[in-house]
Nanobody, 124 residues
Framework: QVQLVESGGGLVQAGDSLRLSCAAS????????MAWFRQAPGKEREFVAA????????RYAGSVEGRFTISRDNAKNTVYLPMNNLKPEDTAVYYC?????????????????WGQGTQVTVSS
């Protein structure tokens, strides 16, 4: 079992930056693929980024590539999502997710564990 707790959301202006964090419980964090998804009001939850437990393997949604960077610190059981040059369309609840395979997939159904989410609001 893995429990995930997100933090770092907030209200910012377009062009600003935020860094989301996801703290995970469990001794096997280093063997999980970790991902971020987001859900805007009235929309489906969508994939943002993921990082495999295999070193150097990441994947991004096209809408965030070059602005967001996913990373993990296995010693701290934490995954991070620094977000730069935020846009109003980035406004959403951001969720952390985990899966115990090495695959980096963008499908929601692939991930077994989810956090409660943190709100990010970007004003224009």
């Amino acid at each position: 079992q893995v429990q995930l707790v997100e933090s770092g959301g907030g209200l910012v202006q377009a062009g600003d930056s935020l860094r989301l964090s996801c703290a995970a419980s469990g001794r096997t964090f280093s063997s999980y693929t970790m991902a971020w998804f987001r859900q805007a009001p009235g929309k489906e939850r969508e994939f943002v980024a993921a990082v495999s437990w295999r070193p150097g393997r990441t994947r991004y949604a096209g809408s965030v590539e070059g602005r967001f960077t996913i990373s993990r610190d296995n010693a701290k059981n934490t995954v991070y999502l620094p977000m730069n040059n935020l846009k109003p369309e980035d406004t959403a609840v951001y969720y952390c997710a985990a899966d115990d395979s090495s695959l980096i997939l963008s499908s929601r159904g692939h991930y077994d564990y989810w956090g409660q989410g943190t709100q990010v609001t970007v004003s224009s």
